[in-house]
């Protein structure tokens, strides 16, 4: 903006002194023209109009000089014609003042020179108002200047001294006669020097906010909420984690003290066993078997065991079979609430062995007709539902889609040697087992058939890890009696 307007009042400088010079150029194109037709001298044909009068003409010719720009008389008192006519002739005139001759010559100028001149005089009156205006407008851009380099001096004066000039500040746009070629050039340096300036300022100015404002106000109050944020929350998830391990430290010590309960329940039942039935006659842990006599639906076996969730299982166990060939009943039953055949080992009759897990039925190829003892061994998987059967360490049959995906559900009642109809109860004598069962074991996971053939060959004796054969974990009921028995010994001898 500042620039824009010294450039302005450049050019109406400029303007000006192109104005003036037309103004001084008038009279002399006109003087010529009036000297042609009357063949005059020189002397003749550059005096003024005869209605000039010559004290008038002679005092303009002695204050002939330029004229200070916007003096107060040109435009509060203006001048008559002839005195305006004298102000802008810029040829000498003669010394001595006109005589009366030639004034009386001027008098009887022709009528048609009179009216040119009257023609240029009007010319140079528009041309001197054009010019007041010009005048007028170039004072008032220079007041305009003139507050804008005061503002600019202003801003400077906040700024480090390097950024201020060492000299004095000098108007440019000072009034009178020392308008001149030099002095536009003077103020086109001053306009440059000002741009330069400003330029300054505009790249300096934002580094010095930035510097002055800082860069730790503005983020504290951000700063500090989000670090206040950050350490409650880390306190609640310490709470928060300190409540997990409390309350899985109150579980896992009520699970030891319910198991610690349990093991003391077991280990007065054993004892109240002994104290009842006399001194035990076999040899624990694993050295017995259950006997069931004949077919009924009182006599059975109970484990002691809770089962937890499976999502496969090898049931291992020897069985020697005392039904005549009527069929094997039931070696073992597993049932849950809402399930009563959850799993079942079942030969029911002249019908095939069948196993059952969640009502679905697959058909094994074994056969213990013969009154022995036989090594049986069922496994199964819930992915596809594979299932495998083995005899005496052999594979016998293998399938699947038995029911498939399904897990075996906890906390059931597994009965040796009856069928359940209902959860631990609702037995059927006709699906009852007659016969010794012994070494029942179970595991969580399916055995290789290694594994398997060194149980049923006494090679690799083998606990499960899920329900091992263990006499405080089996309880004999309604007859069914639990005698001494090592299988592997007593095989030969049956």
Known sequence: MKFLAVLLAAGMLAFLGAVICIIASVPLAASPARALPGGADNASAARPPPARRV????????????????????????????????RFLCTPLAAACPSGAEQGDAAGAAPGEREELLLLQSTAEQLRQTALQQEARIR??????????????????????????????RD????????????IVELEDAVRALRDRIDRLEQELPARVNLSTGPAHAPVAPTALHSKMDQLEGQLLAQVLALEQERAALSHSS?????????????????????????????????????????????????????????AFTACMWLRSRSGGTGQGTPFSYSVPGQANEIVLLEAGHEPMELLINDKV?????SLKDSGWHHICIAWTTRDGLWSAYQDGELQGSGENL?????????????????????GGRFDATQAFVGDIAQFNLWD????????????????????????????????????TKAAFDVCKGRAKA
């Open 362 to 366: 697959a058909q094994l190829p074994l």
């Open 255 to 311: 699970r030891r003290q319910r198991q610690e309960v349990e093991k003391e329940l077991d280990t007065l039942q054993d004892r109240l066993a002994e104290l009842e039935h006399g001194s035990s006659a076999y040899s624990p842990p694993d050295a017995f078997k259950v006997s069931i006599p004949f077919r009924n639906n009182y006599m059975y076996a109970r484990v002691r065991k809770v089962l937890p969730e499976l999502y």
């Open 445 to 480: 996971h399916a055995l290789t058939p290694a594994q398997v053939l060194g149980i049923a060959n006494c090679t690799g004796p083998l606990l499960g890890n899920v329900l091992p054969w263990e006499d405080k974990l089996v309880e004999a009921f309604g007859g069914a």
């Open 172 to 183: 440019a746009m000072a009034d009178g006669p020392g308008d001149s070629p030099a002095l």
């Open 55 to 86: 004290p008038a003409r002679c005092t303009a010719r002695r204050s002939a000089g330029p004229r200070p720009l916007g003096a107060p008389a040109a435009s509060a008192h203006p001048l008559p014609p002839g005195l305006l006519f004298s």
């Open 140 to 169: 008032a851009d220079q007041d305009t200047i003139r507050e804008l380099t005061g503002k600019l001096g202003r801003c400077e004066s906040g700024l480090p001294r390097g950024l201020q000039d060492a000299g004095p500040r």
């Open 403 to 423: 029911a498939a995906w399904h897990p075996i559900k906890p906390h059931g009642i597994l009965i040796l040697g009856q069928e359940q109809d209902t959860l």
